[in-house]
């Protein structure tokens, strides 16, 4: 199984994104999806995961409200929409297929990573 997350980009402090991550080499359906983050010098960290069939959803604390977290399994595609960004949001962004946890060891495959960065 392949991940592949994209768009990633520069965008100011208010701003949006809305990053893609592509499954292939297996039904994405079979997994819970998730996305951490890792900004520079720090340890990767959980921001949101969904189930299976969407019906459950986790957000981590610092971007509940802001951010959300979508799937199509027709498409093998989960994304994120990012809106109301902080310099702090700034990361390297992966997606992950697994289990639907907040922990990272549930997960069995990760994408490479899609840079974000929110300039002040």
């Known amino acids: 199984v392949q991940l592949q997350a994209s768009g990633g980009g520069l965008v100011q402090a208010g701003g949006s994104l809305r990053l893609s991550c592509v499954v292939s080499g297996g039904a994405m359906s079979t997994y819970g999806m998730g996305w951490f983050r890792q900004a520079e010098g720090k340890e990767r960290e959980f921001v949101t995961t969904?189930?299976?069939?969407?019906?459950?959803?986790q957000y981590a604390e610092s971007v509940k409200g802001r951010f959300a977290i979508s799937r199509d399994n027709a498409e093998n595609t989960v994304w994120l929409q990012m809106n109301s960004l902080k310099p702090e949001d700034t990361a390297v962004y992966y997606c992950a297929a697994g289990a639907p946890s907040n922990a990272s060891e549930w997960y069995d495959f990760w994408g490479q990573g899609t840079l974000v960065t929110v300039s002040s």
């Open positions: 969904i189930s299976q069939n969407s019906d459950k959803s």
